[in-house]
Each structure stands twice: as structure tokens, then as C-alpha cells.
């Protein structure tokens, strides 16, 4: 049984801009394919099924204080995070004032230094080591702020991975480390991913707690992840958690998944919607009427529209930008070694 | 003035810079107290800075490397020690895909501060993975430094100047010159080397030789040598392997218009062919003979068996006879 939102302890206002959120990532979403299936830009990958779990995550975490290394299916936390659908959409279209790559990066690679929402590769799991730098820095600093960092689950059978948990184990690190678990690796299941019983156990292995979330439901996300920020905030060191979710869309917009899921598999998925049970759940307890989703849908989609238009409109980088920042600028005054 | 090693004067950088920079943080196997590195670079730091700032780390290079990127984003400083160079391979994909990238990927928003430690260099009986000169695997990175000292001077003052950097600096250390070279240092004086500049070791006007780590050594030797028989050799520690100082490089082919480049890697693939190719394309009409290249062979390297091992290093006599052949072309 999904439990009820009003059981997180959040405030109605609060599920209302949550509940927000995550229909604005579900329309956005689905804008993104279509603006690849038209040619406007070259790549998109969904998040769709994946958002509930990703809104408990984010709204457990200080936005601005905590840090966030995300991967690419994170735009419903990204946004959570602070990030508007017009900035996520530069990024698409590759314009200079997109924040995660001023058009230097492919789309979904979050990132946006204002939200310390930290630039990331595209090599699946070379995040982990580095968010273990950033949580040993928080030592350093006597800060309790918590480094936040995801992953999917086809992508913890690389080295990395392992090599970060068991560094933050031995360091007592404050990172909160998640598998948002889809079943999939493009399309190889997780039963040749990996043999273990559940992902949560990997946190065993290296001493740190390790627990299995269904990221379906919001009331569970949030408290699971609330309980590992706490954690990592006392100083109690690092949480694994798997975050079971599903994966609705296709692995990315160059990639056909019905080679690879049967039709009743994509059927399933498609009764689970977590959006459908959240939508649901939101009039069930009062935080939204009928009406007010109605105009809700409506206003996403001016919104939405507008920002396409405005970041569609927005310059892409100068031709200088090709050469510049290689390597740090000079700047002998600040004493910084740049190129000396 | 005090008399010290090539290998003190690493230990000097690293017990300046956590002395008058906070942030910093010093880290790899062993590198802790009590220890302080299987070489000893890093002796006495833990006990003095805490072992918060200066410890030691799993057996995990990956991590090692993303552990020094991490700090490096949010503002910290950190010198990441992998035993030996061989063993930096593991973390490559760190070093390349993320230090690398950080400043360029996000036009500058986050950047990776950090410098990379490596012991490079064959001769003390190590077989293959103990010995091999890995900067070939590096250079040509852009947004990546690769840099590497050899004379006891830049020991100290390069690696000062690679932890103020404010871009991912490899620092490549010759095992042989740890205790092989010494130098009067004055202990108060502020060294900052220059990160990406040649330097010229030696005025000539006869021919000039190019190398970096111990053949660097065999050609200051030789041309004190040679100096003797009338010939005059201009010497250039190469010294930033990534990105090459262009403009000393030329200036010193084109002084003498004879050429000799010598390293311990290997052969075809490395740097030298890159320093080839400058002159190649920017003085060419001032040269007066071929540019010459002395490596090692294009071999793994390199072998155990002392004989196999010592005809796979360059040695000091060949630089010589090269310097005289090239001086009598
Ligand atoms: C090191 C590396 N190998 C291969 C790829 C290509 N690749 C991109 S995503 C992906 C699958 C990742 O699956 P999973 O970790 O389960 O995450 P999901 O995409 O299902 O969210 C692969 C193989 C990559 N980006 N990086």
C-alpha cells in the first residue's frame, strides 16, 4: 500500500509545489522526445516513472547547502533542486546560457553550480569517487552539509562504484549513495546485471547501512532519505539506498524497447504510472481539487511553451567558446598559477 | 643553505604548502603515518598536519584520483599519491574524463585544483610494473598538465608551483633521481617554478639536446664532457610534457640547428615525436641536420633480467656518442 503524502510530514503547501514539480518534469518530459523526434535537437533520455522516487530524494536535501551528483534520468530532482524548465531546455538545444554545459554538454547531463548540482561526465559511475571527495571535504570544513549522489543500477557493476563505498566506509562519509533501480541497463535485465538478492546488501559489504525504498511511493522515499540525511548530517557516516522505480520510456531517444520488453511487460508498466497513484493521492487528500489540476495542466503547458519558445531563441555559444577554458585563465594578481 | 636530495625537496613542497594552505590535504597508500609513502616523500607530514589532512587510502586508485577530484570541486586543495606510475592506469578514467574535463565541460563554473603524484622511471630491477615511464598515456589530454622535474630545484619549486595551479597537474617523479642528485637549497627560500615553461640548463652553440628525468642527468654529463673537445651543447629540460613550451623549444632548435631528443620511454608514440614535430613545422629551414631521437625500444618496459633491463634503458655512453655524432653530422 502506498502511504498517504500527508504522512511525510510535509506541509500541504509543500506537496503542492512537489505535486507541481512533478507533472511540470512529466509534461517537460515529454515535450523533450518530441522536440527530438522532430529534429529541433538530436537526444533525449526520459525519466518518466522514475519521478516520484526522485521528488522524496531531492526534498529530503538542503538545496544550495547539500551537493548533488546526479546522472542523466534526474530531472524531476534537478528541478526540485531549483532549476527551471527553460534552463533544462537551453541545455537541450545546446545554448550558451544552459547551466549544465553552456551548450558544451549533451542533453541531461545535469548540472548547475548555483544549486551545487555538481557537472558530470557521461562514463556511468565516475561520479561516485568524486562525490566521496566532496563528503570528505564537509569533514575538513566541520560542515554537516551531505553530498547526494545517483546512479542506475546496471551501472553498479563498475569499479567505481564499489571503490566509493567502500572509501566512504572506512571514512564515515556524509554521502547518500542511490541506485534509482529501473530493472534495465539499456537492454540487458538485471538478472544479468548482477546476481545479489537485492543492491541494497552491496552496502553491507562495506559497512554501511544499505536499505531497499519503493520509489513509487513518495511518503517512503522522503522518509528513507530523510533518515540517511540525518545520518550523514550527525556524522554516522554514508547510506546506501536502491530505489526500486520503473522505467516507462525507452532507454534513451536513440533506442527501441520493444525489441527487448514484451508487450504485457510494457502494458504493466504502464498501469503502475506512479504519477497516475500520485495524482490520485493528491485529491484524495485535499491538496489539490479537480478544478485546480485542470488549470494546473493548463498553465504547465503555457509555461512550457514559453520556455521552448525562449530557449529555442537563446544564442548558442560563441565560436570562441571552442578554446577557452582548456585551462585556467592567467591571473597573476590572485596569485593563481594558472598558466603562469 | 642545507644540502638536499631530489626527494627532500618533494617532502620541503608538500610540508610548505599544507603549512600555509588550509585546504590542503595529502593522500594515497601508505602515504600516513607512520609510514609516509613507500618512497618516504611524504614522512613526518601526518604526524605534523594531523592525520585528518594527511592519511592513508584503501588500495583503490580510482578512487584515490576521484577522491582528490571531489575535494578539488568544492574548494579544497589535494595532492593524490599513486605508488608507483604503473599503477595509476586504474585510475585513468578519473584523471581523463573528469579532472580533465571539469574547467571545459562546465566553461569554468567547477574545476579540479589537484595534482596527481607518480614515481615514473625503470633501473632498479622492478620488471615491468615497476618501472614504466606512463606519460605517454596522458599527454595530450587538453585541460590535463603533465609536467615533471628534473633537477632537485624543481623537485621543490614545480611541485609548489603544480599545487597553486589552478588546473589538474600528473607530476611525474624519476625514482632515480630521489636520492641521486643533490642541491644546496637555501630552507627559506620561496621556489615556484614556472608550470609551463622549458627551461635551459646549459648556453651552447653547437647542438642541442632535449630530455626530461635520469637522461637528463647523462646529458648534462656528456656535454661537460664534450665541452672539453670544443663542443658546445644547449640543454633543455623539457620539464611541461602537456602542454609543450613551444617557444623555448624552438628557440634552442633553431640556435644550434642540430637536434637531439632524448627520453627513457619508448620510442615511437611519445612525446618526443611531438616536440618533433614543433621544430618540424617551425624551423625546419634552420636546421642543419635530421632531428635524431634517443629512446628506449619499442618494447614493453621493461624486462627483469638485469641484462634485458640495461639494454632497455638508454644509457649514459650512447647519449654521448649521439651528442658527438650529431656534432659532426
Ligand atoms: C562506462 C560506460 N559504459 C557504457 C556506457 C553506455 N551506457 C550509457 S547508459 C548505459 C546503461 C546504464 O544502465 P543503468 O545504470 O541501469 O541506468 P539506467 O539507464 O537504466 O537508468 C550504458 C551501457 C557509459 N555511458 N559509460
Redesign the pocket.
Given at each position: 500500500m502506498t502511504r498517504k503524502l500527508q504522512e511525510s510530514g510535509l506541509t500541504k503547501a509543500q506537496l503542492r509545489v512537489v505535486y507541481a514539480q512533478i507533472l511540470r518534469s512529466r509534461r517537460l518530459d515529454e515535450r523533450m522526445l518530441q522536440l527530438q523526434r522532430t529534429g529541433k535537437t538530436s537526444f533525449h533520455?526520459s525519466g518518466q516513472g522514475?519521478e516520484i522516487g526522485q521528488a522524496g530524494m531531492a526534498m529530503a536535501f538542503e538545496p544550495g547547502k547539500d551537493y548533488y551528483l546526479p546522472?542523466?534520468?534526474d530531472m524531476t530532482a534537478f528541478m526540485l533542486f531549483g532549476i527551471t524548465a527553460k534552463e533544462i531546455l537551453m541545455d537541450s538545444f545546446g545554448r550558451y546560457d544552459g547551466p549544465s554545459g553552456h551548450g558544451l554538454q549533451m542533453p541531461n547531463h545535469y548540472a548547475a553550480k548555483r544549486v551545487k548540482a555538481v557537472s558530470q561526465s557521461?562514463?556511468?559511475?565516475?561520479q561516485y569517487p568524486v562525490a566521496t571527495g566532496i563528503a570528505y571535504g564537509a569533514k575538513l570544513e566541520n560542515s554537516d552539509r551531505v553530498t547526494l549522489v545517483t546512479?542506475?543500477?546496471?551501472?553498479?557493476?563498475?569499479g567505481e562504484f564499489h571503490e566509493a563505498l567502500n572509501f566512504a566506509g572506512v571514512a564515515k562519509l556524509p554521502v547518500v549513495f542511490v541506485?534509482?533501480?529501473?530493472?534495465?541497463?539499456?537492454s540487458?535485465p538485471?538478472n544479468e546485471?548482477y546476481a545479489a538478492k537485492s543492491l541494497a546488501l552491496r552496502g553491507q559489504g562495506y559497512g554501511i547501512p544499505g536499505v531497499d525504498v519503493d520509489g513509487l511511493d513518495f511518503t517512503a522515499t522522503y522518509l528513507a532519505f530523510k533518515e540517511a540525511v540525518t545520518r550523514a548530517r550527525k556524522g554516522d557516516g554514508a547510506t546506501l539506498i536502491n530505489l526500486h522505480v520503473l522505467?516507462m520510456q525507452d532507454?534513451?531517444s536513440d533506442d527501441n524497447q520493444r525489441i527487448y520488453r514484451s508487450k504485457a511487460e510494457l502494458a504493466e508498466v504502464k498501469a503502475a504510472d506512479p504519477l497516475k497513484t500520485i495524482t490520485q493521492q493528491v485529491l484524495d487528500e485535499g491538496i489539490y481539487t479537480q478544478a485546480e489540476l485542470a488549470d494546473l495542466e493548463k498553465q504547465l503547458k503555457k509555461d512550457i511553451n514559453v520556455a521552448t519558445d525562449q530557449a529555442e531563441a537563446a544564442p548558442l555559444p560563441d565560436l570562441s567558446v571552442l578554446s577557452q577554458n582548456v585551462f585556467a585563465p592567467v591571473d597573476k594578481e590572485s596569485g593563481i598559477y594558472g598558466n603562469n | 643553505m642545507a644540502t638536499i636530495d631530489y626527494l627532500q625537496a618533494l617532502n620541503q613542497a608538500l610540508d610548505e604548502e599544507l603549512a600555509q594552505d588550509d585546504t590542503l590535504t595529502v593522500f594515497g597508500e601508505d602515504v600516513g603515518a607512520p609510514k609516509g609513502g613507500v618512497f618516504n616523500v611524504t614522512q613526518g607530514l601526518a604526524e605534523k598536519y594531523g592525520d585528518l589532512r594527511v592519511f592513508n587510502t584503501p588500495l583503490s586508485e580510482a578512487e584515490i584520483a576521484g577522491l582528490a577530484i571531489g575535494l578539488g570541486v568544492s574548494g579544497h586543495h589535494a595532492v593524490a599519491e599513486f605508488q608507483f606510475a604503473d599503477y595509476i592506469l586504474p585510475a585513468t578514467?578519473q584523471i581523463i574524463s573528469e579532472a580533465a574535463r571539469m574547467r571545459y565541460r562546465s566553461q569554468g563554473d567547477w574545476s579540479a585544483p589537484v595534482v596527481f603524484r607518480a614515481p615514473y622511471g625503470g633501473g632498479v630491477g622492478g620488471g615491468f610494473y615497476h618501472s614504466q615511464s606512463t606519460e605517454k598515456v596522458f599527454v595530450g589530454q587538453p585541460g590535463l598538465r603533465v609536467v615533471t622535474p628534473s633537477t632537485v630545484r624543481d623537485a621543490k619549486g614545480l611541485l609548489k608551483s603544480a599545487i597553486r595551479c589552478a588546473d589538474p597537474v600528473l607530476f611525474f617523479e624519476h625514482k632515480r633521481l630521489y636520492h641521486s642528485i643533490k642541491t644546496d637549497i637555501d630552507p627559506d627560500e620561496e621556489i615556484l617554478t614556472p608550470i609551463d615553461k622549458a627551461q635551459v640548463l646549459r648556453q651552447g652553440t653547437d647542438i642541442t639536446v632535449m630530455s626530461y628525468g635520469i637522461t637528463l642527468q647523462y646529458v648534462l654529463q656528456a656535454a661537460e664532457e664534450l665541452a672539453k673537445s670544443g663542443i658546445q651543447t644547449e640543454v633543455v629540460d623539457i620539464r611541461s610534457l602537456y602542454p609543450l613550451d613551444e617557444a623555448t623549444i624552438v628557440a634552442a632548435a633553431k640556435k644550434t640547428g642540430k637536434v637531439l631528443l632524448v627520453n627513457e620511454d619508448n620510442k615511437e608514440g611519445g612525446v618526443l615525436g611531438e616536440i618533433s614535430a614543433i621544430i618540424s613545422e617551425q624551423a625546419l629551414f634552420d636546421l642543419d641536420a635530421p632531428i635524431k631521437r634517443l629512446a628506449g625500444p619499442d618494447s614493453p618496459a621493461m624486462p627483469y633480467a638485469k641484462n634485458l633491463e640495461q639494454a632497455f634503458l638508454v644509457q649514459p655512453d650512447q647519449v654521448k656518442q649521439a651528442m658527438q655524432e650529431l656534432a659532426e653530422f
Open positions: 533520455t522514475q546522472y542523466y534520468r557521461s562514463t556511468v559511475a565516475s546512479t542506475g543500477d546496471g551501472s553498479t557493476g563498475e541506485i534509482e533501480n529501473n530493472g534495465y541497463a539499456i540487458t538485471h546485471e522505467r532507454h534513451t | 578514467n
